[in-house]
């Protein structure tokens, strides 16, 4: 029987498999899996991308360009950079799906071998629990003060770009109630006027970042020194080296560049 065209998300680690053609760097799309799929690697499925089957696997060692000289591994954030953005959001889907794959191979209630009951689902034969991928919701907020925009460099940033303040959600907390107490523990300022801007997915491994806009209201800035090495206010005229546009951080900077409030 003949098999269906599909695009195949190969990983090795966080790097994923790429392939040159004739308009740029790709995913592998083809019958067959581009790479031999090595013993004791699960074949995911993961959806659909152009009306075409999307699926994932890992590998145990990287291919190297001497095996095949058009095909190509890299970092799963720095493929932003080369492939069209349906096909990163989907390696990014895949990164997730992969990772939560090896971080539920056995209950960790009975230490017994899960079960697969679904694509993106397994469970415990002896206790009956059910695993799902879990996502960690983090929030990030754009705040102004007046003509100039708050911006933070946090101590595990590489590079010396800055960024905004941005945080986890904690249990019981809502992502309204979030934004103000990051922005109180990093900053030490209040902000009002807090309005949602968007979201985007964060497969480094498995978040989602919910992006909102402020204004600030009070307060003197007092950084917290554990997370924190530098922030201030800044003006257009004297904007500091900014994130890349694969961020949510980029998205709100770019807004307040284009629109100013």
């Not at 152009?50 to 095909?71: D, F, M, V, W």
């Not at 103000?180 to 497969?203: C, D």
């Amino acid at each position: 029987m003949k098999q269906e065209q599909t695009f195949w998300f190969v990983f090795y680690k966080d790097l994923v498999l790429l392939e040159q053609q004739a308009d740029g760097y790709h995913i592998p799309c083809g019958q067959e899996p581009p790479v031999k799929v090595p013993v004791g690697s699960t074949i995911h499925y993961i959806g659909e991308m152009q009306g075409i089957p999307c699926k994932t696997y890992n590998l145990h060692t990287p291919i190297s360009g001497e095996e095949a000289p058009e095909r190509q591994m890299t970092g799963l954030r720095a493929s932003y950079d080369f492939l069209p953005f349906d096909e990163y959001t989907m390696a990014g889907k895949a990164f997730e799906i992969l990772n939560w794959d090896q971080n539920t191979r056995y209950c960790p209630s009975c230490g017994v071998p899960t079960y697969k009951i679904s694509d993106i689902g397994k469970k415990c034969p002896q206790c009956r629990q059910e695993f799902y991928p879990h996502i960690s919701p983090a929030i990030i907020v754009r705040i102004t003060k007046g003509d100039s925009v708050l911006m933070v460099r946090a101590k595990n940033f590489r590079g010396t770009y800055y960024g905004l303040v941005a945080g986890f959600l904690e249990a019981g907390e809502t992502l309204e109630e979030c934004v103000h107490r990051e922005v109180m523990e990093e900053t030490g300022i209040r902000i009002k006027n807090l309005k949602y801007f968007g979201s985007q997915p964060w497969p480094y491994p498995s978040g989602v970042m919910i992006g909102f806009t402020a204004e600030y209201e009070s307060g003197e800035i007092k950084l917290q020194e554990e997370e924190l090495c530098a922030g201030a206010f800044f003006t257009k005229a004297n904007l500091p080296e900014i994130p890349s546009k694969l961020s949510l951080a980029r998205k709100l900077i770019d807004d307040w560049l284009e629109n100013p409030e």
